[in-house]
């Protein structure tokens, strides 16, 4: 019977976790899967295979006056030079997330993915 209770608690608790809202360490992943999703494919690694300068590296960033997380978010939204902007693509909000997630990466010389 306590076995029984207990697989009832679990279960309970797992349906609760399930129900509550994302969790703040949740961010991160969403930011590395809108940026593998909408933005990888020309900035691999923090890269960019068309203009070679327009890197996500925190040297090419600040090079470029793209020195805060807010003033990616804009470029992501709106665009730059070549780049379309991604508002649509990235959703409510998608812009800052993205955002948040490349500055850390660019913090961390994009060691982490």
Not at 2 to 25: D, E, H, N, Y
Not at 39 to 63: D, F, Q
Request: with cysteine.
């Amino acid at each position: 019977m306590a076995f029984i209770r207990k697989i009832v608690v679990v279960s309970l608790m797992l349906m609760i976790a399930a129900m509550a809202p994302s969790p703040s360490w949740a961010i991160p992943a969403a930011g590395q899967d809108l940026f593998n999703n909408h933005c990888s494919g020309c900035h691999v690694n923090g890269g960019n295979i068309i203009r070679r300068g327009r890197t996500l590296k925190m040297a090419a960033l600040k090079r470029n006056g793209i020195d805060n997380p807010e003033a990616i978010a804009r470029i992501a939204r709106e665009g730059i030079g070549q780049m379309s902007g991604y508002a649509e693509a990235l959703g409510e909000g998608g812009d800052q997330i993205v955002a948040e997630w490349i500055w850390e990466q660019a913090q961390n010389a994009w060691t982490q993915g």
